[in-house]
Nanobody, 121 residues
Framework: QVQLVESGGGMVQAGGSLRLSCAAS????????MGWYRQAPGKQRELLET???????NYADSVKARFTISRDNAKNTVYLQMNSLKPEDTAVYYC???????????????WGQGTQVTVSS
């Protein structure tokens, strides 16, 4: 079993910054991809950014210029640096990791518990 613990959400004024963290622990052999998603009220969950185990990044156009994903493989942790936040960035933010629990095993998909980000105008 793998556990994800998110932190760093909160309330910020428009134009401000926040840094989210998501630490994975448990029965981890290797982490393949790590990513961040968000879900605003009444909307579907959307992909923001992903990063592979070798550092290749994939960004959604809506956040490409403002958000930056990074990961610390030694700590099994993924980060999301969010700058120039806008009220429309208000949502619950979720981390996602794809994990192997043994070298020849399947890849499992895990989600964090979500952290609220609220941007006031």
């Amino acid at each position: 079993q793998v556990q994800l613990v998110e932190s760093g959400g909160g309330m910020v004024q428009a134009g401000g910054s926040l840094r989210l963290s998501c630490a994975a622990s448990g029965s981890i052999f290797s982490i393949i991809d790590m990513g961040w998603y968000r879900q605003a009220p009444g909307k579907q969950r959307e992909l923001l950014e992903t990063i592979t185990n070798v550092g290749n990044r994939n960004y959604a156009d809506s956040v490409k210029a403002r958000f930056t994903i990074s990961r610390d493989n030694a700590k099994n942790t993924v980060y999301l640096q969010m700058n120039s936040l806008k009220p429309e960035d208000t949502a619950v933010y979720y981390c996602n990791v794809k994990v192997r629990t043994r070298y020849d095993g399947p890849v499992y998909n895990y989600w964090g518990q979500g952290t609220q980000v609220t941007v006031s105008s």
